[in-house]
């Protein structure tokens, strides 16, 4: 489930959506505390916006590092599967091979006697 969320909120982060959404909430919340001091609820420095940015980053921080270990760990079990494809490839190349050539030879040699 931790990983599913994690992957998720990766995806989410990585889109222009996310950027869009971000820079208009923090546009908003300055635009707010600067021009209606009576419904201001955060102060002129900005101290609760930088408190949640700062707990925002340290989250996202965590999640991006988990879904980039999932996906390695994906990437490794398909590395090694393709490993594994490949050296069932080669090996059945080897005992094709030496059938192949007899084919083509006793084909050779079929031509040879249609030319005599």
Excluded: C
């Excluded at 707990?55 to 599967?81: A, C, T, Y």
């Amino acid at each position: 489930m931790g990983q599913k969320v994690a992957d998720f909120v990766a995806k989410t982060i990585r889109s222009w959506t996310f950027v869009i959404f971000q820079a208009v909430f923090i546009a908003t919340w300055i635009f707010i505390n600067r021009n209606n001091p009576s419904v201001a609820w955060d102060n002129k420095s900005f101290d609760i916006l930088r408190l949640v940015i700062a707990i925002e980053s340290s989250f996202i921080g965590s999640l991006l590092l988990m879904s980039q270990h999932s996906s390695s760990v994906k990437d490794r079990k398909v590395i090694h599967n393709d490993y594994y494809v490949d050296l069932k490839i080669w090996q059945e190349m080897r005992e094709v091979r030496p059938m192949i050539e007899a084919i083509y030879k006793s084909l050779e040699k079929k031509d040879i006697n249609k030319k005599e």
